[in-house]
């Protein structure tokens, strides 16, 4: 860059850019940065609110790497804000107690309080909603107010496939 700048603006110009660090870490730290400072908001954003609903959904990567990912939604300045909240690899099993540890995790570690949590939205997976050990049953026993959803693109898709599947035997009947 300052061989570009030394033959444009000049020498002097060249001194000033050469002058910028830009290491290998610069821009990486200053994303840690920008990420923890985002993650102190939002969690202070949560202990200061009265209440708050979550959002679960444990996918699959390109690579089979399962992914929890937890969007948490909660009044905030006279609206309702919606924020991801955890973003973690799931690198044991992907049963209902294993999703609810790392959850229960991340709160423990952050302290926030279960008791805020007025709904918990998810799949529809035995993972997920099993009446033992399924994550969001595990969730109503630590924040007893909290109701439960399923979700709506999750029900979308499922009524999407069944009408798909009801028009293709619909269309192979000889009449």
């Avoid at 610069?26 to 994303?31: E, G, L, M, N, T």
């Avoid at 920008?34 to 609110?49: F, G, P, V």
Wanted: aromatic letters at 6%; one cysteine or more.
């Amino acid at each position: 860059m300052t061989e570009i700048v030394t033959c444009v603006p000049g020498e002097e110009a060249a001194k000033k850019v050469s002058a910028v660090q830009c290491s290998n870490n610069v821009i990486s730290d200053r994303i840690h940065k920008i990420s923890d400072h985002i993650q102190d908001e939002l969690i202070s954003r949560l202990k200061t609110s009265e209440m708050f609903a979550m959002q679960l959904d444990e996918s699959t990567d390109v690579v089979g790497l399962s992914i929890l990912l937890v969007f948490v939604r909660y009044p905030f300045g006279g609206s309702i804000e919606e924020d991801l909240f955890l973003c973690t690899p799931l690198e044991t099993n992907t049963t209902g107690e294993e999703i609810f540890k790392v959850i229960d995790s991340y709160m423990t570690k952050h302290h926030i309080d279960w008791n805020k949590c007025i709904d918990v939205c998810s799949d529809g997976a035995a993972a997920m909603v099993g009446k033992i050990k399924g994550t969001v049953t595990r969730i109503k026993e630590v924040a007893p107010k909290c109701s439960s959803s399923h979700c709506v693109l999750h029900r979308h898709a499922l009524v999407a496939k069944k009408c798909h599947t009801s028009s293709r035997q619909f269309s192979t009947k000889q009449y």
